[in-house]
């Protein structure tokens, strides 16, 4: 928390993303607010965390609540993140200012689109419309018309790719937050605890590198930290998935840690250990210890 004077006129609020899975929820915010925040891959479900990021400009700061894609759960770890987004717009002790519902304007807007809605207070939501650079501009328009019968409070087509109708969007945010001091200093950029983001980006390189049917069974925690040695621990659910993320002579787990090193202070020395954990993702004890 800060404790400088506010200036007069001062806004800052809090403004929740929720959606399906897969939308760009984590690239709007990581484009709003300048820099990574969240971790992001072309698969479903990547995020799983409730993950802050700060946005300033003069005379303001909006926080950015990016959620889990909200999914039907078929395990333990589903029915947890889809818990964890529900709670943020839902929560009496969480302040949120602005619930921004993000739909994809590739994508029919269906029922997966219209059971997010019924979780949140349309009266007063903004409807996002992602991805318009990957649109026709009729296919927007069918979007748009198609979410308006949901009678939210504000609509705006964007692209988290492109950076087009942000500032819009942004400038609305801005407008409906309330006045008071930031909740952050001006040089913050996300609120995620240190081991959790290591430890998200070396999910994020196993989701860039794996087979498409290992992202959801693999989980990942910093297990020891000190000084500039890291050890992250890549649990998975069968001893087969093991060796796919070790890969042939190590190949995998190599270019794992090399992409990740990439993005940590230099002479940070990255230990990958690979462990089963069988069936984690489907036993709640597992889901919890392991923080989600």
């Known amino acids: 928390m800060t404790e400088q004077p506010t200036p007069a006129g001062f806004r800052c609020g809090f403004a929740t993303l929720v959606g399906r899975p897969n939308v760009g929820k984590s690239s709007l915010v990581n484009t709003i607010c300048g820099a990574k925040v969240s971790i992001v891959s072309d698969k479903p479900q990547t995020t799983r965390h409730r993950v802050r990021g700060v946005y300033n400009r003069a005379g303001a700061q909006l926080v950015f609540v990016d959620t889990p894609g909200l999914h039907k759960p078929v395990t333990a770890l589903g029915r947890r993140v889809n818990a964890t987004a529900i709670e943020s ?23 997966g689109d219209r059971w997010v809605a019924d979780h949140i207070d349309l009266r007063h939501a903004v409807v996002v419309v992602n991805k318009t650079d990957r ?13 308006g019968d949901l009678n939210a409070a504000a609509y705006f087509p964007v692209s988290a790719r492109s950076g087009e109708g942000i500032e819009a969007l942004v400038a609305h945010l801005v407008e409906r937050a309330p006045e008071g001091p930031a909740m952050f200093p001006t040089d913050t950029v996300r609120d995620v605890p240190e081991e959790q983001w290591v430890a998200e980006l070396v999910r994020e390189q196993l989701l860039a590198v ?3 049917e290992l992202p959801y069974s693999i989980a990942t925690r910093v297990t020891e930290w000190d000084g500039d040695r890291v050890t992250v621990e890549i649990l998975v659910e069968r001893d087969s998935q093991k060796g796919m993320v070790i890969g042939k002579g190590g190949s995998v787990l190599k270019q794992v840690g090399e992409r990740t090193r990439m993005q ?11 462990k089963v954990d069988k069936d984690w993702q489907r036993r709640p004890d597992r889901v919890q210890r392991l923080g989600y």
């Open 264 to 274: 940590l202070p230099r002479g940070t020395f990255l230990e990958l250990r690979v």
């Open 89 to 111: 717009v839902t929560e009496s002790d969480q302040a949120v200012d602005v619930v921004c519902l993000v739909v994809d304007a590739t994508a029919p807007f269906g029922s």
């Open 135 to 147: 649109a026709t501009r009729d296919r927007v328009m069918v979007q748009l018309a198609a979410a």
């Open 210 to 212: 794996t087979r498409d």
